[in-house]
Protein backbone atom coordinates (compact mmCIF):
# COMPACT_ATOMS: atom_id res chain seq x y z
CA UNK A 1 0.00 0.00 0.00
CA UNK A 2 1.75 3.47 -1.05
CA UNK A 3 0.50 6.85 -0.30
CA UNK A 4 -0.19 7.72 -3.67
CA UNK A 5 -2.68 4.64 -4.59
CA UNK A 6 -4.60 4.06 -1.90
CA UNK A 7 -6.41 1.10 -2.61
CA UNK A 8 -3.53 -0.68 -5.11
CA UNK A 9 -4.12 -4.30 -5.42
CA UNK A 10 -0.64 -4.86 -6.80
CA UNK A 11 2.70 -4.39 -6.99
CA UNK A 12 4.36 -3.91 -10.11
CA UNK A 13 7.66 -4.78 -10.95
CA UNK A 14 9.54 -1.53 -12.73
CA UNK A 15 11.45 -3.22 -15.77
CA UNK A 16 14.34 -0.23 -15.35
CA UNK A 17 15.58 -1.01 -11.83
CA UNK A 18 13.66 -4.34 -11.37
CA UNK A 19 12.28 -3.37 -8.14
CA UNK A 20 8.57 -3.35 -6.95
CA UNK A 21 6.48 -0.19 -6.90
CA UNK A 22 3.18 0.06 -6.11
CA UNK A 23 2.45 2.53 -8.56
CA UNK A 24 4.27 4.71 -11.15
CA UNK A 25 4.77 8.13 -8.64
CA UNK A 26 6.74 5.94 -5.86
CA UNK A 27 8.76 5.06 -8.61
CA UNK A 28 9.51 8.82 -9.32
CA UNK A 29 9.92 9.46 -6.03
CA UNK A 30 12.68 6.82 -5.24
CA UNK A 31 14.65 6.69 -8.80
CA UNK A 32 16.24 9.25 -10.78
CA UNK A 33 15.71 7.91 -13.78
CA UNK A 34 11.95 7.53 -15.89
CA UNK A 35 10.06 4.49 -15.46
CA UNK A 36 10.90 2.28 -18.04
CA UNK A 37 7.81 0.94 -19.69
CA UNK A 38 6.83 -2.32 -22.03
CA UNK A 39 4.30 -4.20 -22.68
CA UNK A 40 5.04 -6.70 -20.78
CA UNK A 41 4.07 -6.35 -16.94
CA UNK A 42 5.02 -8.17 -13.91
CA UNK A 43 2.60 -7.68 -11.09
CA UNK A 44 2.51 -9.13 -7.67
CA UNK A 45 -1.20 -9.42 -6.01
CA UNK A 46 -0.97 -8.00 -2.67
CA UNK A 47 -4.04 -10.57 -1.72
CA UNK A 48 -2.53 -13.88 -2.54
CA UNK A 49 1.16 -12.91 -2.72
CA UNK A 50 1.72 -14.57 -6.13
CA UNK A 51 3.42 -13.02 -8.92
CA UNK A 52 2.32 -12.96 -12.61
CA UNK A 53 3.14 -11.48 -15.93
CA UNK A 54 0.38 -9.79 -18.66
CA UNK A 55 0.74 -8.31 -21.57
CA UNK A 56 -0.30 -5.33 -21.93
CA UNK A 57 -0.94 -4.90 -25.53
CA UNK A 58 -3.24 -8.15 -25.50
CA UNK A 59 -5.57 -7.21 -23.01
CA UNK A 60 -9.47 -8.24 -22.11
CA UNK A 61 -11.76 -8.22 -19.28
CA UNK A 62 -10.19 -11.34 -17.47
CA UNK A 63 -6.56 -9.78 -17.13
CA UNK A 64 -8.31 -8.04 -14.50
CA UNK A 65 -8.01 -10.15 -12.18
CA UNK A 66 -5.39 -11.85 -10.51
CA UNK A 67 -4.85 -15.08 -12.18
CA UNK A 68 -4.46 -17.26 -8.94
CA UNK A 69 -7.00 -15.70 -6.53
CA UNK A 70 -9.52 -13.98 -8.64
CA UNK A 71 -8.83 -10.22 -7.16
CA UNK A 72 -9.20 -7.62 -9.18
CA UNK A 73 -6.22 -5.32 -9.10
CA UNK A 74 -7.66 -2.82 -12.19
CA UNK A 75 -9.67 -0.74 -10.02
CA UNK A 76 -9.49 3.28 -10.44
CA UNK A 77 -6.80 4.63 -8.25
CA UNK A 78 -8.25 5.95 -4.78
CA UNK A 79 -5.90 8.60 -4.12
CA UNK A 80 -5.62 11.44 -1.63
CA UNK A 81 -5.37 14.35 -4.78
CA UNK A 82 -8.91 14.08 -5.21
CA UNK A 83 -9.19 16.03 -2.10
CA UNK A 84 -6.51 18.76 -3.23
CA UNK A 85 -8.69 19.74 -5.94
CA UNK A 86 -11.23 21.57 -4.29
CA UNK A 87 -9.01 22.97 -2.04
CA UNK A 88 -6.27 24.60 -3.80
CA UNK A 89 -4.40 24.38 -7.42
CA UNK A 90 -1.31 22.97 -6.48
CA UNK A 91 1.76 23.18 -9.37
CA UNK A 92 3.26 20.38 -8.38
CA UNK A 93 0.25 18.29 -9.49
CA UNK A 94 0.37 19.78 -12.45
CA UNK A 95 4.29 19.07 -13.61
CA UNK A 96 3.68 15.69 -12.32
CA UNK A 97 1.08 15.02 -14.89
CA UNK A 98 3.16 16.60 -17.72
CA UNK A 99 6.37 14.72 -16.70
CA UNK A 100 4.43 11.16 -16.99
CA UNK A 101 2.71 11.51 -20.39
CA UNK A 102 5.43 12.44 -21.25
CA UNK A 103 7.12 8.89 -20.56
CA UNK A 104 3.55 6.86 -20.95
CA UNK A 105 3.64 4.49 -23.77
CA UNK A 106 1.38 4.22 -26.61
CA UNK A 107 -1.78 2.25 -25.82
CA UNK A 108 -0.62 1.17 -22.28
CA UNK A 109 -3.58 2.73 -20.35
CA UNK A 110 -3.25 0.27 -17.16
CA UNK A 111 -2.80 0.65 -13.87
CA UNK A 112 0.45 2.70 -14.26
CA UNK A 113 -2.11 5.29 -16.15
CA UNK A 114 -4.92 5.30 -14.13
CA UNK A 115 -3.15 7.42 -11.74
CA UNK A 116 -1.97 9.91 -14.24
CA UNK A 117 -5.59 10.06 -15.66
CA UNK A 118 -6.60 11.00 -12.25
CA UNK A 119 -3.84 13.48 -12.03
CA UNK A 120 -4.54 15.22 -15.69
CA UNK A 121 -8.28 15.63 -15.18
CA UNK A 122 -6.96 18.46 -11.97
CA UNK A 123 -5.37 20.63 -14.53
ZN1 LIG B 1 13.44 2.29 -12.48
ZN1 LIG C 1 2.86 5.32 -4.97
ZN1 LIG D 1 -4.07 -12.99 -6.11
Same mark, same amino acid.
Given at each position: ?????????????SHCCKKWFDCAECHAEKEDHPLMKKAEMIFACKKCKKVFRKDGTDWDESDEYCPYCDNHFVIDALTPKAELRVEMEDPRIDNRALKDERVAGEGE #?????LHDQQAS #???
Open positions: MCKHVLNAQVAIR #KILFS #KLG
